[in-house]
């Protein structure tokens, strides 16, 4: 009698994780030590912008937003002694392609503990294209309360914008053509990280 085949690893989170993935193809728009610095120079002009750090929240959308959100907030903690709370915000039961697209599955909302009423909420995002994600956004946001202020902060802002809606803080204006991909993968969501154009 043959030994029975080896068990296949655990498929889980963590294991995806701690599995370098292949780069994608195309041209390095950011690497990882510019998407750092990137992330250093948004969090200085959050602050300087809100004038420290208090009555900040990061909310994230997932999925490469949230941990962008974390990013951030921990260089702020590095500045200024301040841990901010950070969440996440899912967007996916308020887009308005629900219809024409096929089912998303939602990630959680997180809203850090005191809520967004009153408070500058920075939605962090990996990438502003059509915009139309910050919209669904910010009908997300409406429902969680009514915060003082909003603003968006994105790694990639790559134009083309179908509303009018713009980023405050940017870590890369990247012009592009429609036909082009830009990606982004970040080492603890993918393993591999950087900003990919084809
Ligand atoms: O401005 P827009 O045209 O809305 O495009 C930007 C959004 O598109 C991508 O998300 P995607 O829906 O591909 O999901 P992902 O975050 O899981 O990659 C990206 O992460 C932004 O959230
Ligand atoms: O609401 C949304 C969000 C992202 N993309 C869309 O086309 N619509």
Redesign the pocket.
Known sequence: MSAPPPEPPAASAAASVSEPQHEPEGRVVLDARDIARALTRIAHELLERNKGASDLVLLGIPSRGVPLARRIAARIKDVEGVDVPVGALD?TM????LRRQPARSPHPTDVPPGGVDGRTVVLVDDVLY?G??V??ALDALNDLGRPGVVRLAVLVDRGHRELPIRADHVGKNLPSAHTERVMVRLADEDGVEGVWIS
């Open positions: 967007v308020y887009r308005d392609d059509s139309r994600t919209r669904s």
